[in-house]
């Protein structure tokens, strides 16, 4: 059970350039999230998706897309990158049900650079 | 709009002293208020989740306490140690899918 993944781990943009961050979970959850963190500041919510086939915008979602073709996976893109989008990207995931003592799965993040 | 604050930014202590990290958000409607730590370069652990209709919960040396109506929730730390050292993010969801995350206390717990 690897819990959540991201896939790259580092990553060196210049401006203007493309990419697709890569989320997979393998705890069948129903909901996924991409979040930015920069330094002294929380996480910020980019978007997010409530089940397979289905995204919204979060907080700041503006520079970025996503999609959700298979449950387990979450894909947040970049078509063209700014330095502004230089920060760390974390995944996560949660169940459906909120009730209970569940919680969001965190990855363990992506450092993107934008030169 | 909601906001989430967390004071101080950083704490710096010494082994075996007993700490609080506080946190407040501005909209008390919320639906439950979340402890994470979180290791350099690492991801984001969840250590203490409280419900909205609950006023605290406890994981070993770690006590979290709720106030809605105040709009503030504490983590108690006892004994601190030397692995403690971390930051802490505290987290509240508004609905079902939101968190509004506070920038975080980083702690030293020196040896």
């Known amino acids: 059970n690897a819990g959540v993944t991201q896939t790259p781990k580092f990553r060196v943009l210049k401006t203007g350039q493309s990419m697709t961050l890569l989320c997979a979970q393998d705890?069948?959850?129903?909901?996924m999230y991409w979040y930015r963190q920069d330094p002294g500041m929380g996480l910020r919510l980019i978007h997010y998706s409530v089940g397979e086939g289905t995204t919204a915008k979060g907080e700041v979602p503006d520079g970025y897309n996503v999609s959700r073709l298979k449950k387990q996976n979450f894909l947040l893109g970049l078509e063209s990158a700014a330095p502004s989008q230089t920060s760390v990207y974390f995944c996560?995931?949660?169940?459906?049900?909120?009730?209970?003592?569940?919680?969001?799965?965190f990855g363990p993040g992506t450092r993107l650079t934008v030169l | 709009k909601q906001e989430v604050t967390q004071i101080p930014a950083a704490l710096s202590v010494p082994e075996g002293e007993n700490l609080v990290l506080n946190c407040s958000f501005t909209?008390?409607?919320?639906?439950?208020l979340q402890w994470f730590r979180q290791d350099p370069g690492k991801g984001l652990t969840s250590l203490l989740l409280i419900q909205s209709s609950q006023r605290e919960q406890t994981s070993g040396r770690l006590n979290a306490s709720l106030d809605k109506s105040s709009g503030r929730s504490t983590l108690y730390i006892a004994a601190s140690q030397p692995g403690d050292s971390a930051t802490y993010l505290c987290a509240a969801l508004y609905n079902f899918n939101k968190f509004y995350f506070g920038s975080g206390t980083k702690l030293n717990v020196k040896p």
């Open positions: 996560a995931s949660s169940s459906r049900d909120f009730s209970s003592t569940d919680t969001q799965y």
């Open positions: 705890m069948n959850h129903e909901y």
């Open positions: 909209d008390s409607a919320i639906y439950n």
